[in-house]
């Protein structure tokens, strides 16, 4: 399984932002397969934003919870995040992941910096 996340480098605060994880050598519906999206904040250690399931249902981090979308296109066989009013602490490194246990597959990563 390969993951590519995609979306824009530079966010201004109070935006949404939007992340696009593309799939590849797997479905995302697979069974026992989760499809998450995790950040590290520079200087800082890895936060799990959440997760969607191969039945589609999704999990959130109580601290994003409430401004925080995970959703699918089975067709394009892609996840999406969606994070809602950003703050500058939102900068970070945002990790696309797939998890059946035990085996854990992570994309590069995509830098988002949130500033003005």
């Known amino acids: 399984v390969q993951l590519q996340e995609s979306g824009p480098g530079l966010v201004k605060p109070s935006q949404t932002l939007s992340l696009t994880c593309t799939v590849s050598?797997?479905?995302?519906?697979?069974?026992?397969?989760?499809w998450g999206w995790i950040r590290q904040p520079p200087g800082k250690g890895l936060e799990w934003i959440g997760y969607i399931t191969y039945s589609g249902s999704t999990y959130y981090s109580p601290s994003l919870k409430s401004r925080t979308s995970i959703s699918r296109d089975n067709a394009k066989n892609t996840v999406y995040l969606q994070m809602n009013s950003l703050k500058p602490e939102d900068t970070a490194v945002y990790y696309c992941?797939?998890?059946?246990?035990?085996?854990?597959?992570w994309g590069q990563g995509t830098q988002v910096t949130v500033s003005s």
């Open positions: 992941n797939a998890q059946k246990w035990p085996i854990d597959y």
């Open positions: 050598g797997g479905s995302i519906t697979t069974n026992y397969y989760y």
